[in-house]
């Protein structure tokens, strides 16, 4: 995994509540939520209220299913996703119901299991490398390549047009992100995703990705039913 401090730029350190998730948030995609736990009811509470600054805090990839309590730094991936809190319901008995939306990237360097009913990190800012001068041909024919693998994933994963295109002025840098954001990815093609620091790059891995998802799907719906069940079917009733 590639170091993301810039050259010659020193590092500068911020803190963040922690929610472990067996998921990967991306940034600008939206991430529903059902808060049940006492100490993730209590987060809510601190980011409705605004006593966590700006409503974020940081969702990270637990690492294997078998983990049962993040303990430490080797338990989760440690290129997480800011999520700011956006909505947020209270129901009778405490939980919440509440959506959030992907920020910035970060990378998670200490985590403290002591000072609050929730885990905490300290954390460093993760950004893209800059795009090259004279790339934006490259980067508009990519960008045009993943969404239309992303036009073909969406015809063969929804049955109706439950789905919409990003806006055609998004930005190369977050493009992937958002093509990436509605497609039912293995976790750990999010991650790659997410750790990837070079946009074009990103593109075409996002691009790769949803070729090789849509193939999936086409095959599944154009596998013949098992033979008992075709054979049945061209019985006469009986009735």
């Not at 637990?62 to 800011?82: D, N, S, W």
């Not at 497609?183 to 070079?198: T, V």
Request: with cysteine; charged share 25%.
């Amino acid at each position: 995994m590639a170091d993301s401090r810039p050259e010659g730029r020193p590092t500068t350190t911020t803190t963040l509540p922690l929610f472990p998730l067996q998921t990967v948030l991306l940034p600008g995609a939206h991430l529903p939520l059902h808060i049940f736990e006492p100490r993730y009811r209590q987060l809510t509470i601190d980011l409705v209220t605004e006593t966590v600054p700006d409503r974020l805090f940081g969702i990270v990839a637990i690492r294997t299913a078998l983990v049962r309590e993040v303990e430490e730094l080797e338990h989760v991936h440690v290129v997480g996703c800011a999520a700011r809190l956006r909505q947020a319901k209270r129901l009778p008995d405490g939980r919440f119901d509440i959506v959030t939306t992907g920020a910035r990237r970060f990378r998670l360097v200490d985590m403290d299991t002591r000072s609050a009913p929730y885990l905490v990190g300290t954390v460093e800012w993760v950004d893209d490398h800059p795009l090259p001068s004279g790339s934006d041909e490259v980067a508009a024919r990519l960008g045009d390549l993943a969404r239309a693998a992303h036009r073909r994933y969406c015809a063969s994963a929804w049955e109706r047009d439950g789905w919409e295109a990003p806006p055609p002025d998004t930005s190369a840098e977050e493009l992937a992100y958002l093509l990436a954001s509605d497609c039912l990815l293995p976790l750990a093609d999010r991650q790659a995703l997410l750790e990837e620091r070079n946009p074009l790059r990103r593109l075409r891995t996002v691009c790769k990705l949803l070729t090789r998802e849509a193939g999936f799907l086409s095959e599944l719906r154009a596998v013949p039913a098992p033979f008992t069940e075709v054979d049945n079917a061209s019985k006469p009733s009986l009735n």
